[in-house]
């Protein structure tokens, strides 16, 4: 049975800083490629960052230069490293794999930023 575990979201002032974790089981982790995505009250779920099996990223505009993706294939684990968080980034973020005819969704971790 796939799992993706996420984990790191809590309340955070603006300007401030966390590193959201999500962990894979069940899954050949290390050739799938690993989204973070976000969702925020009365929206849409949005991509926020992607990484490749060979480690390539892409972004987002609206958080390029604040966050950053990265994954650990011996731990089964990808992450996002938010820094200079905004209230506009107030939102449920979503771990996502997918490779040829499979995909899986974690449960969300919430990310409050606000004063």
């Known amino acids: 049975q796939v799992q993706l575990v996420e984990s790191g979201g809590g309340l955070v002032q603006p300007g401030g800083s966390l590193r959201l974790s999500c962990v894979a089981s069940?899954?050949?982790?290390?050739?799938?490629?690993m989204n973070w995505y976000r969702q925020a009250p009365g929206k849409q779920r949005e991509l926020v960052a992607t990484?490749?099996?060979?480690?390539?990223?892409n972004y987002a505009d609206s958080v390029k230069g604040r966050f950053t993706i990265s994954r650990d294939n011996a731990k089964n684990t990808v992450y996002l490293q938010m820094n200079n968080l905004n209230t506009e980034d107030t939102a449920v973020y979503y771990c996502?794999?997918?490779?040829?005819?499979?995909?899986?969704w974690g449960q969300g971790t919430q990310v409050t930023v606000s004063s």
């Open positions: 996502y794999g997918n490779w040829i005819g499979s995909n899986y």
């Open positions: 990484i490749s099996s060979g480690g390539s990223t």
């Open positions: 069940g899954m050949q982790f290390s050739i799938y490629v």
